[in-house]
């Protein structure tokens, strides 16, 4: 059975003026859409909150190493599923999306899917029922 005692964490940081990497040991892996506030970098990456986009592990002999990236801003699930639909369509190339920043593309995918929106739901209209007299 393969276990580590020896655990190191690597926390990619994509900034709006430029990304960072740094070596750290973490108390808990953080998982996908959890926030970090990294203020620390406020002054390297032009932003303090983030999101975990991405933890991968790497196994070698004698130790585990946790690859945690993370991205400027805040978790919005909504978004997440758009960006990964339009990735998943070809219509937003990695290169464009860092071109972009977040915020652009938030909305450059709410332009490209606002047509598609589904039609309003049809308003519930109860049954009428006959009403008859006891005598």
Same mark, same amino acid.
């Given at each position: 059975?393969?276990?580590?005692?020896?655990?190191?964490?690597?926390?990619?940081?994509? @900034? +709006?003026? %430029? @990304? $960072?990497?740094?070596?750290?040991? &973490?108390?808990?892996?953080?998982?996908? @859409?959890?926030?970090?506030?990294?203020?620390? &970098?406020? @002054?390297?990456?032009?932003?303090?909150?983030?999101? $975990?986009?991405?933890?991968?592990?790497?196994?070698? %002999?004698? +130790?585990?190493?946790?690859?945690?990236?993370?991205?400027?801003?805040?978790?919005? !699930?909504?978004?997440?599923?758009?960006? !990964?639909? !339009?990735?998943?369509?070809?219509?937003?190339?990695?290169?464009?999306?860092?071109?972009?920043?977040?915020?652009?593309?938030?909305?450059?995918?709410?332009?490209?899917?606002?047509?598609?929106?589904?039609?309003? !739901?049809?308003?519930?209209?109860?049954?009428?029922?006959?009403?008859?007299?006891?005598?």
């Amino acid at each position: 059975m393969l276990q580590y005692t020896n655990v190191e964490h690597i926390v990619h940081v994509r @900034g +709006k003026q %430029d @990304g $960072v990497s740094f070596l750290c040991r &973490l108390p808990i892996i953080p998982r996908v @859409g959890e926030g970090l506030e990294l203020w620390f &970098l406020m @002054g390297e990456t032009g932003e303090g909150a983030y999101y $975990v986009e991405d933890v991968r592990y790497e196994l070698s %002999d004698d +130790k585990m190493l946790v690859i945690v990236s993370v991205r400027p801003g805040y978790f919005d !699930a909504y978004f997440w599923q758009l960006r !990964a639909r !339009a990735k998943f369509e070809g219509k937003l190339p990695y290169e464009l999306e860092d071109e972009m920043g977040e915020y652009r593309t938030q909305d450059y995918l709410r332009k490209l899917y606002e047509s598609s929106r589904p039609a309003p !739901a049809p308003t519930y209209t109860p049954p009428t029922i006959p009403f008859k007299r006891r005598r």
